[in-house]
């Protein structure tokens, strides 16, 4: 009799665990839908990368797009590419953290959108970088704002500028 009660709470306190991971994970993964945030993991050695739900939306990717160093790149235009290459390889030679808005193109429907993307590096045992694990947000929307706001500072400045200059200030 014991023994089945015994039995009986590790089956209950296993399926409390169970529920409360779920939970967990559907916290998260609606959070990442809110705020547009998606989630990525980097293995170093092999340049492949896992991402969440959200950020294949972000990139307007699906679950065949080749997740490596090389098709992350491949959603830029040519010239930013070949920048974020370097820094991609400095942020590795380095050490560092990746911190960086950039553009991409995304490859379901050519829409061109900004992202931030940050990551940190896990070091192994020798500190040397073996994951790389970030976020990357949609950012579109702020900078757009953000270049209407100087667009409209930068015409109110012009239209108080000729108002001086047509009294004679």
Do not use: H
């Not at 779920?22 to 092999?46: C, F, H, N, P, T």
């Not at 490596?68 to 959603?75: F, I, K, P, R, S």
Request: include cysteine.
């Amino acid at each position: 009799v014991g023994g089945i009660i015994m039995v009986s709470e590790l089956i209950t306190e296993r399926k409390q665990a169970v529920e409360a991971l779920k939970r967990s994970e559907y916290s998260l993964r609606e959070s990442q839908r809110v705020g547009r945030i998606g989630s990525y993991e980097l293995d170093i050695a092999s340049g492949r990368w896992s991402s969440s739900a959200v950020l294949d939306e972000i990139f307007g990717i699906g679950r065949n797009y080749c997740r490596d160093v090389n098709g992350w790149l491949a959603l830029m235009r040519p010239g930013p590419r070949a920048e974020l290459a370097a820094y991609f390889q400095e942020i590795i030679a380095e050490k560092k953290r990746f911190e960086r808005d950039y553009q991409i193109v995304r490859l379901s429907d050519g829409a061109e959108r900004w992202v931030s993307g940050k990551g940190e590096l896990i070091l192994d045992g020798q500190s040397q970088p073996i994951k790389m694990i970030g976020t990357i947000q949609d950012i579109t929307e702020q900078r757009e704002a953000e270049a209407a706001r100087k667009e409209s500072e930068l015409r109110y400045r012009q239209l108080f500028e000729r108002s001086e200059s047509a009294m004679g200030l």
